[in-house]
């Protein structure tokens, strides 16, 4: 079963715009992860946001946590062609669950 | 290994044949944990361990997918009689604690293709 929902499921920019990502989850959680993963690639871990967090920022990428909505977001600015990917968020729950991915955003990002 | 390594990277079978699919973690990590992902959509999880036990094998889909890791390292994802339906790309990751804290470190996957 998948916890996170992403929206928009797909997403195109110009180069130099910024990208916005929204996952929403059910449950509680402990933890909430944005990964990204190029084309036929793996996943790559980009950030890592607690539930006592608010917001957090990573270089050019910037991750809000609102858990009274269960939602959250992943800003990217600045956007280059090499951003092109998909983008997973993955929630943590208590204890020794694993993490749960979303279907996931793709982004791609025109030069 | 510098990072987690999977082989085979391409597998292409026929339906009902057993398969066997192999993950080497990055070294000194206790927690490893199988996805299956299929095209279009998030990994799922599958099972995952702890040392060399399954901690967790509630997704596994059925018992024609089994998976082991004898001496804590190194894991086999095998699967019996393949069906269709089982063609998707299976990533194996890795991390030092078990749990949902921490980040996950993902290999390449390896792509099942049944015929």
């Known amino acids: 079963s998948q916890q996170g929902e992403e929206d928009p499921q797909a997403l195109s920019i110009q180069e130099g715009e910024n990208a916005t990502m929204n996952c929403s989850y059910k449950?509680?959680?402990?933890?909430l992860q944005w990964y990204r993963q190029n084309s036929g690639r793996g996943l790559v871990h980009l950030i890592l946001?607690?539930?006592?967090?608010r917001e957090k920022h990573s270089g050019r990428l910037r991750v809000t946590l609102d858990t009274s909505k269960k939602s959250s977001s992943l800003l990217i600015t600045a956007s280059r062609a090499a951003d092109t990917a998909s983008y997973f968020c993955?929630?943590?729950?208590?204890?020794?669950?694993?993490?749960?991915f979303g279907k996931g955003t793709r982004l791609s990002v025109i030069a | 290994g510098a990072g987690v390594s999977q082989t085979p990277s391409n597998k292409v079978t026929e339906k009902g044949k057993y398969v066997e699919l192999r993950c080497d973690p990055i070294?000194?990590?206790?927690?490893l944990y199988w996805y299956r992902q299929s095209l279009g959509q998030g990994p799922e999880f599958l099972i995952y361990?702890?040392?060399?036990?399954?901690?967790?094998d509630s997704g596994l889909p059925n018992d024609r997918f089994f998976a082991v890791r004898p001496e804590g390292s190194v894991s086999t994802l095998k699967i019996q009689r393949t069906e269709r339906g089982d063609s998707a790309v299976y990533l194996c990751?890795?991390?030092?604690?078990?749990?949902?804290?921490?980040?996950?470190?993902f290999g390449e996957g390896s792509r099942l293709t049944v015929l």
């Open positions: 990751a890795s991390r030092t604690t078990s749990g949902s804290t921490g980040e996950l470190f």
């Open positions: 070294s000194g990590h206790t927690a």
């Open positions: 449950t509680s959680i402990n933890n």
């Open positions: 361990f702890q040392g060399t036990g399954a901690a967790d």
């Open positions: 946001i607690r539930s006592n967090e």
């Open positions: 993955a929630t943590g729950t208590s204890g020794n669950t694993p993490l749960v």
